[in-house]
């Protein structure tokens, strides 16, 4: 989720173990309940991997989240509550603070919030599920295509999100699929390469990158 593993980077049981004091079986059990959730893949033979997915993947992953949140978004517009979109206001301001000291890691998974944070004010427990499934993906497409190495999200967008779902039920769900349709164009050619830091039990993958 915080691009500190790249995509199709292979993990090695033992080296996790030592880095994380247990053993094998653990390590073994913890990988096969990720694969499990799809956060990973477990190779026949081959060990586990970061998932490494490809362009056909993102068109499903986005026009599943095209399919909940403008929903979502629709259901909320003209809804929400003060203390609703203050939480937003809230984390979508951080966000960008992330974001302006450098700090990527937090602005992921403050953007992964936000749109958690829609999801379950929403109501639908189904819906959050779903959501909280696709996120993992949407963050490696967005490491394995974007280009630049941008974050997941731009936080402005967020701000006007949050005035689209102040007007009303359609502003929302528009402004939910331009956001969304906007993050999917984004992916416009592979991210540079950067070097992982978990040296310590990762290793690069041996296969070629898919196109």
Known sequence: MEHRLEPGQRLREEA?????????TVVRQALQRLAQDQVIELLHNRGARVPQPDEADARHVFEARRM????????LGGRLTPAQVAELEALARDELEADQR???PEAIRLSGEFHNALARMHGNP?????????????????????????????AH??????????????????EMRRHLVELERSLTGPARRRRAPFDGYSEPSTEPDKP
């Open 126 to 154: 189904v819906y959050l599920r779903l959501l909280t499934g696709l996120m993992p993906t949407t963050s490696l497409l967005m490491a394995h295509f974007k280009r630049h190495g941008g974050q997941v999200c731009v």
């Open 157 to 174: 967008r967020h701000v006007d999100l949050i005035g689209a779902l102040r007007q009303g039920a359609a502003p929302a769900a528009a």
């Open 68 to 75: 909940v949140e403008c929903e979502v978004a629709r259901r």
């Open 102 to 104: 450098g700090d990527r």
């Open 16 to 24: 996790m173990a030592a880095e994380f004091g247990v053993s094998r």
